[in-house]
T-cell receptor
Framework: DADVTQTPRNRITKTGKRIMLECSQT?????MYWYRQDPGLGLRLIYY???????NKGEISDGYSVSRQAQAKFSLSLESAIPNQTALYFC??????????????FGPGTRLTVL | KQEVTQIPAALSVPEGENLVLNCSFT??????LQWFRQDPGKGLTSLLL?????REQTSGRLNASLDKSSGRSTLYIAASQPGDSATYLC????????????FGQGTRLTINP
């Protein structure tokens, strides 16, 4: 089974709808991240969390919110989706105390289309 | 502001060749550098991570080198196979306290049988 899972894998929605993307991990890592990937822009960080009580904005957090329900779960919400939020969304985890010194591990991604 | 560049954007080679993918970054003050592969419609798979104090890392047919002073990293793939076809991304972590990775645009690699 995959260490980092994301649901749904694909989603098509309409402008103005509320959308939640979910991420779960079995790696036991404290740190979790949400990125989006756009053609020509690469991956950009939306939010990150060090633990359940520590959530931080990334470089492009406007229009998004997150919830860290447990160490293993980190959800990304679009309160009112707009077309320019169409992108591939990735969840990632890391453990700074491991020998990998912060190596990040990514989920399979959620392809979101906002019409 | 740290910027990461990968050239070329696409590369096509025959099976069996050894090849090198390039990654350059503008600020040499990095904590580590990570190479990923991304298959179409799929997530990123971590290949190698090099700490700022290291010169290279090896995993199987892959070897990644790091030259911080010149702002460069290379990913060497030996004896390429069609299954190596994917997009390869490099990403730098600007500092120990920095949480985001700064990604390059990637090199799309095609290995022709």
């Amino acid at each position: 089974d995959a260490d980092v899972t994301q649901t749904p894998r694909n989603r098509i929605t309409k402008t103005g709808k509320r959308i939640m993307l979910e991420c779960s991990q079995t790696k036991g890592h404290d740190r979790m991240y949400w990125y989006r990937q756009d053609p020509g822009l690469g991956l950009r960080l939306i939010y990150y969390s060090f633990d359940v009580k520590d959530i931080n904005k990334g470089e492009i957090s406007d229009g998004y919110s997150v919830s860290r329900q447990a160490q293993a779960k980190f959800s990304l919400s679009l309160e009112s989706a707009i077309p320019n939020q169409t992108a591939l969304y990735f969840c990632a985890t890391s453990d700074p105390t491991s020998g990998g010194a912060g190596e990040q591990f990514f989920g399979p991604g959620t392809r979101l289309t906002v019409l | 502001k740290q910027e990461v560049t990968q050239i070329p954007a696409a590369l096509s080679v025959p099976e069996g060749e050894n090849l090198v993918l390039n990654c350059s970054f503008t600020d040499s003050a990095i904590y580590n550098l990570q190479w990923f592969r991304q298959d179409p419609g799929k997530g990123l798979t971590s290949l190698l991570l090099i700490q700022s104090s290291q010169r290279e890392q090896t995993s199987g047919r892959l070897n990644a080198s790091l030259d911080k002073s010149s702002g460069r990293s290379t990913l060497y793939i030996a004896a390429s196979q069609p299954g190596d076809s994917a997009t390869y991304l490099c990403a730098v972590r600007p500092g120990q306290g920095a949480q985001k990775l700064v990604f390059g645009q990637g090199t799309r690699l095609t290995i022709n049988p």
